[in-house]
């Protein structure tokens, strides 16, 4: 069935920059809008960053000027570039997508397992 698996996790030290992406598999017709969320020990899981199709993009208030979402369509993957970072970014992130099946059936929200991100000196 349809998958997302995360890649390019690991410790960093502060100011350094990580690359996670985010590979979709599986019976897909098409990927619609592609998100990365995160969520540290105790906390809610919030909204990193998405993407529409259109190549829209929204970012949530902590990470604005820092990371950049992008997507690429024809591997069916989501990336995010994280730059400038800090111990308050550690937390495991999560891709997630809003997949097409099929054309004739309604799209379905998919999550990948998440991958740890640690920032510390």
């Known amino acids: 069935q349809v998958q997302l698996v995360e890649s390019g996790g690991g410790s960093v030290q502060p100011g350094g920059s990580l690359r996670l992406s985010c590979a979709a598999s599986g019976s897909i017709f098409r990927c619609h809008t592609m998100n990365w969320y995160r969520q540290a020990p105790g906390n809610q899981r919030d909204l990193v960053a998405a993407i529409t199709r259109d190549g829209a993009t929204n970012y949530g208030d902590s990470v604005k000027g820092r990371f950049t979402i992008s997507r690429d369509d024809a591997k069916k993957s989501v990336f995010l570039q994280m730059n400038s970072l800090s111990p308050e970014d550690t937390a495991v992130y999560y891709c997630?997508?809003?997949?097409?099946?099929?054309?004739?059936?309604?799209?379905?929200?998919?999550w990948g397992q998440g991958i740890q991100v640690t920032v510390s000196s």
């Open positions: 997630s997508a809003v997949i097409e099946i099929h054309p004739l059936r309604p799209p379905a929200n998919y």
